[in-house]
């Protein structure tokens, strides 16, 4: 299947500053990218949608103004934990998918993020 | 908004019977797509359902989706210890992916 890169696996940072997470689709053009936290046992939930070149779909809950999304091209999105917090410490995992609804998401590896 | 739900959130197996997993929309999904995550692991896509009461095997596998494409199911017959991990059934409409909470299956030797 095709490959979906996300960098860093792990991060540790201090409370108020801000990480950047990146997710790369190497080997196809991801129209969408979805990003996703999940909790320990818990399922993925859902905090944004983001298509190339256009601003970002959070789900209700997610603050914008913390989560910040980029989806500047193709290939690459960024999810930035601004001024982060303990609370903000979780499993973030992206996805993509070419196209629309019909055809499989790719996930990255996620991104262990711990904020001390 | 669109909700996924999923149960059982945890399924405890003897090797060699069966379960089943169990998905609900509230809404109309244009599909439905079912992934499995191993512990430590990404989820990894297993298949996708696209037409009303449509069913698909693979190997000891076999998912079906419902008649008013708000349901589906994963049924697993004699489970073996390399089906541990989490099943997660992803309900699909144009422009986002849902995910249900997730079934988490261990198998007792």
């Known amino acids: 299947g095709a490959v979906v890169s996300q960098h860093p696996s792990r991060v540790i940072c201090k409370s108020g500053t801000s990480v950047k997470i990146e997710c790369r689709s190497l080997?196809?053009?991801?129209?969408?990218m979805f990003w996703y936290r999940q909790f320990p046992k818990q399922s993925l939930m859902l905090m944004a949608t983001?298509?190339?070149?256009?601003?970002?779909?959070?789900e209700q809950g997610v603050e914008k103004d913390k989560f910040l999304i980029n989806h500047a091209s193709l290939t690459l999105s960024t999810l930035t934990v601004t001024s982060a917090h303990p609370e903000d410490s979780s499993f973030y995992i992206c996805?993509?998918?070419?196209?629309?609804?019909?055809?499989?998401?790719?996930f990255g590896q996620g991104t262990r993020l711990t904020v001390v | 908004g669109q909700q996924v739900m999923q149960i059982p959130q945890y399924q405890h197996v003897q090797e060699g019977e069966d379960f089943t997993t169990y998905c609900n929309s509230s809404?109309?999904?244009?599909?439905i797509q079912w992934y499995k995550q191993r512990p430590g692991g990404h989820p990894v896509f297993l298949i996708q359902?696209?037409?009303?009461?449509e069913v698909k095997k693979q190997k000891r596998l076999t998912f079906q989706f419902g008649e008013a494409k708000k349901n589906s199911s994963l049924h697993i017959t004699a489970t073996q210890t390399t089906d541990v991990g989490t099943y997660f059934c992803?309900?699909?409409?144009?422009?986002?992916?849902?995910f249900g909470a997730g079934t988490t299956v261990t198998v007792r030797a």
């Open positions: 996805s993509a998918r070419w196209g629309n609804s019909g055809v499989e998401a790719f």
């Open positions: 992803a309900g699909n409409t144009d422009y986002k992916l849902s």
């Open positions: 359902l696209v037409k009303s009461g």
């Open positions: 080997d196809f053009q991801a129209t969408t």
């Open positions: 983001s298509n190339e070149g256009s601003k970002a779909t959070y």
């Open positions: 809404t109309t999904l244009s599909n």
